[in-house]
């Protein structure tokens, strides 16, 4: 493909915020203001919704500080989507690509999104429209397959090992069993971090449940009574994902009804159900009478003020890197993060064909999760650490006591 191609550049996001999306968004954008290449600089309100219903915006005349405010912003600026396009709506979009002279399409999002972004270069060629399409990582479970880790994932993973931090502090206090529900479909990887909340030995999370593991209650159920036992309380960490060992989801064995969206995806966010679930369970199976259960839910994706310094800086890296080489001439492809050899942490920017990401998910590792299923290896941590960044230190009386007169 000729390196000669110039045109118009359009840019939408995907999926669910993250708290660095924006810093891909600004990065693919200010980069692109240093190519002649790409002439105006178009962004798509609600992803391709916004380019079936021709809902753009001019982001070249944005101004230098408004980029900067909003790249150190969470959420998606441009609106998001969960979208998955149609033979007629590949159409469409040819149609409103060609009367805009769009020909760099970047994508932000996660394996649903590079979906999508495979779809619309699949058509593109099949209709010999030429076009550069993109497609720029990112999700909070870390699961694309190519990528060592993905933006987003190291700033929710810093928030879910401070929440823990902070309710291990609040049981320790006042003791029994505390449930915290995270997100994470089919991957772990943001159960996981929480784990990062333990410096002492006795630092909860105490068990850790991931979707890569059957889950069975009355397993669950044994190991919070020995942990209660050992420590004189409990502190859980599970996947909303946990399945049974059939492959059907707990939080909906029971459901009568359930919400999927276009790509299929069963509704597991924005209820307590799971935490609920297992709390009774606890309840009814147990002597335990003091159990709580919260769900993070959606606030652990975009939370204001809990950004990873390493998350941000990568997310505008594989922004800026995708623009390089759609003017390099690549016709497609999915920008990934891969993670160098070596002691010290570093990583590199690179691209992979768009099919190897597209509709995937990437597991925890065996590696990741103890025999028992219920808690990570030190190989996580140390996979993990660098990714999530600083935490913050956690003081603890040394409880010296007074002789009794």
């Known amino acids: 493909m000729s390196t000669k191609l110039s045109g118009n550049m359009l840019i939408a996001q995907s999926g669910g915020p993250t708290a660095v999306i924006n810093q891909s968004l600004i990065g693919a954008v200010l980069e692109a203001k240093k190519h002649a290449q790409i002439q105006e600089i178009y962004g798509s309100l609600h992803g391709i919704q916004g380019i079936l219903d021709e809902n753009l915006i001019n982001l070249k005349m944005e101004t230098e500080e408004t980029l900067e405010e909003v790249a150190q912003t969470p959420s998606s600026a441009l609106g998001s989507v969960r979208r998955k396009p149609t033979p007629e709506d590949c159409a469409t979009i040819f149609q409103r690509l060609e009367k805009y002279n769009v020909r760099f399409f970047f994508y932000i999002g996660g394996n649903d999104s590079a979906e999508t972004a495979h779809i619309i270069s699949e058509e593109a060629k099949k209709a010999e429209y030429d076009l550069h399409c993109f497609h720029i990582c990112k999700t909070i479970d870390n699961d694309l ?39 994470g479909r089919h991957a772990g990887f943001l159960t996981a971090a929480s784990a990062l909340a333990r410096t002492h030995e006795d630092d909860g999370p105490h068990l850790i449940y991931l979707p890569e593991r059957p889950f069975a209650i009355n397993r ?3 190991d919070v009574e020995k942990t209660v036992q050992k420590h004189g309380r409990c502190v859980i960490a599970v996947s909303e994902g946990i399945s049974d060992a059939q492959g059907t989801p707990i939080v909906v064995k029971g459901a009568t009804t359930k919400e999927v969206d276009s790509h299929g995806n069963v509704q597991l966010s924005g209820t307590g159900a799971l935490g609920d679930i297992l709390s009774a369970e606890i309840k009814a199976k147990t002597a335990i009478t003091r159990v709580r259960a919260d769900t993070f839910g959606y606030i652990q994706r975009s939370f204001a003020g809990c950004i990873s310094e390493t998350d941000a800086k990568e997310a505008h890296g594989v922004g800026a890197t995708a623009v390089k080489e ?6 497609d492809g999915s920008i990934a993060i891969k993670r160098k050899d070596g002691e010290k942490y570093s990583v590199e920017f690179t691209r992979v064909p768009l099919e190897n990401v597209a509709g995937h998910t990437k597991h925890m590792p065996d590696s990741f999760i103890n025999k028992d299923n219920n808690n990570v290896t030190p190989a996580f941590i140390h996979y993990a650490t660098p990714i999530v960044g600083k935490l913050p230190t956690i003081g603890k009386l040394k409880a010296i006591p007074v002789e009794k007169s």
């Open 220 to 222: 669950f159920i044994e």
């Open 326 to 331: 759609a003017i390099a001439g690549t016709r």
């Open 145 to 183: 397959r190519e990528n060592d880790h993905t933006p987003g994932f190291g700033s929710a993973g810093k928030f879910v090992a401070q929440a823990f931090m902070g309710d291990d502090l609040d049981n320790r206090a006042l003791g029994g069993v505390k449930i915290n529900v995270v997100m």
